[in-house]
């Protein structure tokens, strides 16, 4: 099978992967599809994505570019013509996924010649994995790594006009591209890319090498997405970068809270961000989510370890009692604020006292939800080179009892919530039962409850019944129809024409000599009909043509007639909505 013939364009080099470009760079793409592809034009493709939510936001990218070759989205990889995995290397388990996954296209090809399957993500940015799957798998068409995803239309038109697998990964991360194709997987909730990449080498990590160096999208851009979401109907923003309140440290004339700023004053009804590092959280984040109801008072905190040693060979820059003291500051400054941690066990040389200790801060603060993790040895991290790494069955001993500890703190917070009502944003009808629907709160706590399917993307009020470790249990708190109806004219209020002629209507109404206009406009009208001889109706006409004249000038009733149509038709699909 080695004798396979591949095409390397370019490969990841561990050396290479922690240095940066130069320069930042902007480039905005200009996807090309070349005619070669055309045969995959009406065929379907299938997306695996693991990890974490960057994957998810780059799959959707890959699906958008897949759309612009022609292509539609099927959910069963048996009927895809191509097959794309987008994989995760945070922990070996994650990475060992996808080996079980690439198998199950073992025959593909020999079925159907134009198979493809892709393979992208941050374990191809490994060194060697790459070869190794295209020379071991043989159903392997193309390598693709994480800094050159806009390159996918190319190398899949080399791969079909050479039909030898392809690799095309590089070491280093690229430009900040822009202006990709994208096709979200939700019509309401949506992610934002901030940054990329992270500066923060933690040592047991492997993102900084899978990612490449922290690099910052320009504000606008991303002002500029999420005012296009908004007009889209969009619910829900979540700003997502591996580190985000680091963001535009490397544009210098802004900053994380800045950014928080613009885009709650967008007006989208709600906005959440990943992952903030404990390090980089600051004052000013605190007042800009105090200042802005629609930023949701939810954060997730990392904590990762509750012993100041093993913080420091981590890598993290904040002791134990930092930790505590910035919870203690957010707690005080935004009293209803709910907390998220990922915590890791069995970080080499964790002793059993270094446990003691996150199990004391895990009690300490009672996470309202948390992430627990074994550590996991990743190649090239410095972590991994330790040689006082934890017997595998400490590092599960410890897990259970650290998953016990969390599960008290959550279940006391889920237990809080009994009898209390909470917005709801809804997700739609739960797998298991149409007539269940689920959504999250603000807290970013999963409810469900009996309601009618059309309330998907709604914000609706829910009183929660029960509490169970990680879900709850509610009934609606308000007349479906109205919250249906809530929402329908909140996206009327956003779409462009529709706010305009509602801006101008106002305006008309508060300017008294207008209105002063349009009431000797009706008198005039009155004069007109009364009229009794040929002279008067003369004089009444001449009045009436004036007044209307002045009326048909004023610019902002002008624009206003103008819109009338496209807003009469607006409300008529309202209309067909709510029926
Ligand atoms: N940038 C984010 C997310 C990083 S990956 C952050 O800093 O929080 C998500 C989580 O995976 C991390 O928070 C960490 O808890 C966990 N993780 C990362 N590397 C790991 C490893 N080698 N073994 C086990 N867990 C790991
Ligand atoms: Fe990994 Fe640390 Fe960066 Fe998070 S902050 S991505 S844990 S290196
Ligand atoms: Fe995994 Fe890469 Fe995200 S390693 S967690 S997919 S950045």
Redesign the pocket.
Known sequence: MSNRKIEVLSRPDASKARSRLNERKVVRSDIQIDPSLEVYKGKSFYIKTYG?QGNVRDSETFAGIFKAMGMVETEDPKEATIVLLNTCA??ENAEEKVYGEIGKFKDRQKADSSFALVVAGCVMQEEGIGEKLMTSYPQVSLVIGTHNINELPECLASYVKGRRPLMSVYSKAGEVVESLPVSRSDPYKAYVDISYG?D?F?T????PYTRGRERSRDLKDIVKECQDLYLNDYQEVTLLG??VNSYGKDLKDTSFAELLDKVAEIGIPRIRYL?S?PWDFNDEMIRAMKRHPNIMKWIHL?L?SGSTKVLKEMGRRYSKEEYLALVEKIRTEIPEIELST???VGFPGETEEDFLETIEVVKKVGFDSA?T??????PG?PAAAREDQVPEEIKHERFNRLVKAVEEGVSASSERMVGKTYEVLVDGPSKRDKAILSGYTEGNKLVNFPGPEYLKGCLVRVKIKESHTYSLLGELDEDPVLAKAKQVASFLKRDPSAKEFISHTKELKDDLSFRENLSLLSKAQKAVALSRSEAEHHKAVEELKGLQDLIDNDPRYANREALKEEVEGLLRETEAILK
Do not use: M
């Open positions: 974490c945070v922990r992270c923060k933690c047991y990590c492997i993102v591996q580190n992952t590092h990392p990762q990922d915590i890791i992430f993790f074994i550590y996991s040895p990743r991290t």
